[in-house]
Nanobody, 121 residues
């Protein structure tokens, strides 16, 4: 089974930076889309950023200009570079991968275990 293993979370002061890593057990390019979601206490899980197998990226408005996705094909790893962190970025961050599994377009979704990011002021 596909496994996604996250690392890089931690405690950082506002204005600081963190880089999250998501290592996949298989070829990350088998996913149509990979991305990062986050969930803060009392809030719904939200999409932070995503990248397609072709390299097209999308970012939530709240993180544009501050966060950047990248991939290392040799390591089957996706990264989320987070700069200029704000307290509102505090959340559990989850790695996600999706792929089509049927001709009708049904999609399989895979999740990492989550990593805590805490930004202090």
């Amino acid at each position: 089974q596909v496994q996604l293993v996250e690392s890089g979370g931690g405690l950082v002061q506002a204005g600081g930076s963190l880089r999250l890593s998501c290592a996949a057990s298989g070829n990350i390019f088998r996913f149509d889309t990979m991305g990062w979601f986050r969930q803060a206490p009392g809030k719904q899980r939200e999409l932070v950023a995503s990248i397609t197998s072709g390299g097209s990226t999308n970012y939530a408005d709240s993180v544009k200009g501050r966060f950047a996705l990248s991939r290392d094909a040799a390591k089957n790893t996706m990264y989320l570079q987070m700069n200029s962190l704000k307290p509102e970025d505090t959340a559990v961050y989850y790695c996600n991968g999706e792929r089509v599994v049927s001709v009708e377009g049904a999609r399989a979704r895979y999740w990492g275990q989550g990593t805590q990011v805490t930004v202090s002021s």
